[in-house]
């Protein structure tokens, strides 16, 4: 999200439509390419062990010969991350309209939401686990204490900043609190929501990987454990990469979802 | 074309016109925590005449926008009374007998414009449907020139654009006063003649009161029928000045030479006004 912005700034001129796109993407792509050349000669060069770091080429040879197994545990922690990020952004949207809503609720909640962000929650995994198995719900637990977070503050953050004189103007008529809450207040945040979301979107991968590291019998946080104890390095870098290629993936979800949702918010982030 | 009556500061006027659509009778404003209280409006008297256009001008930090947020209903008094149309300005503003219009248009930006200019009317009336508040809202954009750009979002019309669905919202509500503070202040010299035109045209037309701050003096005196002049610390009403030109007026007004008299006259009641109130 960060690169484009200064991809902007080296453009001298605006150049139009594929140009553009291809001038910011190229200088990117290349470097990519030129470490992974430079990552296999190193690799042959220096005769590095394929169990300490394995050559690109052993990672994608990996890569293919366990596809059905690697493709079979995308699914599930997909499904994980899916499952639990929309859990985080149901209950992240929930508590930010309850704390703003309800005056003395909200003043009771906040500052325990903003105590129990201070825990640090990877550390939560084994008690999920104790608490509910080796299943699916251990890993919504973990995404949904990691990730709900960024949303209720955005959200909250988003229905805070509404203009001052706005609200006097709709008080003036005699605006009900709902009224205010969902005609101008939530609309009003959807933007630096969506903000919050997509920062959801990327931790939600991370908690699966967690809540699977402490204990799963399937998916790629699994799979990339297992392969670390039979050292199977280059089976740990594929799995690696498709958790990347998952990250990537959900990040980019939702921010088209941004763009449907939001149409109208100011965009930061312009090719 | 002849009197103009010079109230000499603290001077209350006696006689209270019955047909005054808003009257401020001692009205004091003290602002801050008690340690730090501050007195921002001291023993403001104030008419203004139905149907009549006033204007507030005075420097900056004189309490003008605070004495318009008292009309308004916004800012209660801590002393004196305010009566708009009978009522407290809090109640007529329940009842849309009050228009308001700030600086900044304060457009929702994921509303199209014809749905901004029914906003205020739709959160005030629960009753009228989606319809007849979008033919509400085109009949007020036609009125203030923009009936073709109701389906353009704020982002896409400029910021006299944005000012006029302002202008919009306010008068949907069929208020009995418009109240302004510093309107056209953000927009740029063409674009504010051209709004304080059109503002007068819609003045001509709906009847309505205007009360207008502002910090221009020309455009007081293009404007309205009579202007107040509030001095700075504390912020009281130091004279005001009846502006005898004829209307309809156009931009060429300001080439007569009686507007150019009131101006200087204008000037001078300003610089005055910029003496503290308290002899020290």
Redesign the interface.
């Known amino acids: 999200m960060s690169e484009q912005p200064l991809m902007n700034l080296s453009q001298p001129q605006p150049v139009s439509g594929w140009n553009a796109a291809t001038s910011s993407w190229l200088p990117a792509v290349i470097l990519l390419l030129v470490t992974i050349v430079l990552w296999e000669a190193a690799v042959r060069i220096f005769s590095i062990s394929s169990f300490i770091v394995p050559a690109p080429s052993e990672i994608a040879k990996s890569l293919v010969a366990q596809w059905g197994t690697l493709m079979q545990a995308t699914v599930v922690t997909a499904g994980e991350i899916l499952f639990g990020f929309l859990v985080s952004v149901i209950v992240g949207i929930a508590l930010a309209l309850v704390i703003v809503r309800f005056d003395w609720l909200g003043r009771a909640l906040y500052p325990l939401v903003v105590l129990f962000q201070n825990v640090p929650k990877v550390a939560l995994a084994p008690i999920f686990i104790l608490w509910f198995g080796y299943g699916l719900a251990p890993k919504i637990g973990l995404i949904l204490v990691i990730a709900f977070f960024p949303v209720t503050l955005s959200m909250l953050a988003g229905m805070q900043s509404v203009?001052r004189?706005?609200l006097?103007?709709?008080?003036?008529?005699?605006?009900s609190p709902t009224?205010i809450l969902f005609?101008?207040r939530v609309?009003?945040s959807?933007p630096s929501l969506m903000a919050g979301t997509k920062i959801a979107a990327t931790l939600s991968v991370i908690g699966a990987i967690v809540g699977e590291f402490a204990g799963a019998s399937d998916g790629l946080g699994y799979v990339i454990q297992f392969a670390s104890t039979q050292l199977d390095t280059p089976l740990v870098f594929a799995a690696l990469l498709l958790v990347s290629v998952l990250g990537i993936a959900f990040y980019y979800a939702a921010e088209i979802l941004e763009r449907i949702v939001?149409p109208?918010?100011?965009k930061f982030s312009q090719a | 074309m002849q009197v103009e009556t010079i109230r000499p500061a603290g001077g209350r006027s006696t006689h209270i016109r019955h047909d005054d659509l808003i009257s401020a009778k001692g009205v004091s404003v003290v602002m801050g925590t008690d340690q730090n209280r501050q007195l921002i409006l001291r023993d403001i008297d104030l008419s203004v005449p139905k149907g009549s256009f006033v204007s507030l001008i005075g420097p900056s930090g004189c309490g003008k926008s605070t004495l318009l947020k008292v009309l308004?209903?916004?800012v209660s008094p801590s002393s004196g009374s305010v009566s708009v149309a009978g009522v407290s300005p809090?109640e007529a503003?329940?009842k849309?007998m009050?228009g308001?219009v700030?600086q900044?248009a304060?457009l929702?930006?994921?509303k199209n414009a014809v749905d901004n200019a029914s906003?205020?009317l739709g959160?005030?009336d629960k009753s009228m449907s989606r319809a007849a508040l979008r033919a509400r809202g085109q009949e007020m954009l036609e009125l203030v020139g923009l009936g073709d750009a109701a389906h353009k979002?704020p982002?896409e019309l400029s910021g006299g654009m944005r000012q006029r669905v302002a202008i919009a919202r306010a008068l949907a509500?069929d208020p009995a006063v418009l109240l302004m503070d510093e309107p056209f202040g953000a927009l740029d010299a063409i674009t504010r003649d051209s709004m304080g035109q059109s503002l007068l045209e819609i003045w001509q037309r709906t009847g309505k009161t205007i009360v207008l701050v502002t910090h221009s003096i020309d455009e007081a005196i293009q404007l309205s029928r009579q202007v107040h002049v509030l001095g700075i610390n504390p912020g009281r009403i130091t004279q005001s000045l009846d502006i005898p030109l004829p209307y309809p007026r156009d931009t060429s007004v300001t080439e007569v030479p009686e507007f150019v008299r009131l101006v200087l006259q204008l000037r001078t009641m300003l610089r005055s006004s910029h003496e503290p109130g308290d002899a020290t």
């Open positions: 203009d004189s706005l006097s103007l709709v008080n003036s008529v005699g605006a009224q005609r101008i609309p009003h959807l939001v109208w918010a100011p | 308004a209903g916004l809090g503003a329940r849309r009050i308001l700030f900044d304060n929702l930006p994921w906003m205020l959160i005030a979002r982002n509500l």
